[in-house]
């Protein structure tokens, strides 16, 4: 089993910047891929962005391209999200992700999942 602890919501100004964590345990981190995802009330989970292994490939929801960086550190077991010039459209739980497939591009299939961090944008 692989858990998931994600961290660093808040609120916030728009254009004000967070950094989320999020924290695995359980199986090798650096064999999976990690991703973000979010949810606003009301509405389905949306892909945010997901990172390699290596993380030498990332892919990211068109809502987000410039703004958001997605990064980890798997001496530490560790993957953030470093969100800049936050807008109110960002507003929604935040949650951390994992899989054992290795197309960053898709999706789909994420396993293992963050108990959410609230992100709040007020403009």
């Known amino acids: 089993q692989v858990q998931l602890v994600d961290s660093g919501g808040g609120k916030v100004q728009a254009g004000d910047s967070l950094r989320l964590s999020c924290a695995a345990s359980g199986r090798a981190f650096s064999g999976l891929t990690m991703g973000w995802f979010r949810q606003a009330p009301g509405k389905e989970r949306d892909f945010v962005t997901a990172?390699?292994?290596?993380?030498?490939?990332?892919a990211y929801a068109d809502s987000v391209k410039g703004r958001f960086t997605i990064s980890r550190d798997n001496a530490k077991n560790t993957m953030y999200l470093q969100m800049n010039s936050l807008k109110p459209e960002d507003t929604a739980v935040y949650s951390c992700a994992a899989k054992w497939g290795t197309n960053v591009a898709d999706r789909r299939d994420y396993r293992y999942w963050g108990q959410g961090t609230q992100v709040t944008v007020s403009s």
């Open positions: 990172i390699s292994w290596s993380g030498g490939r990332t």
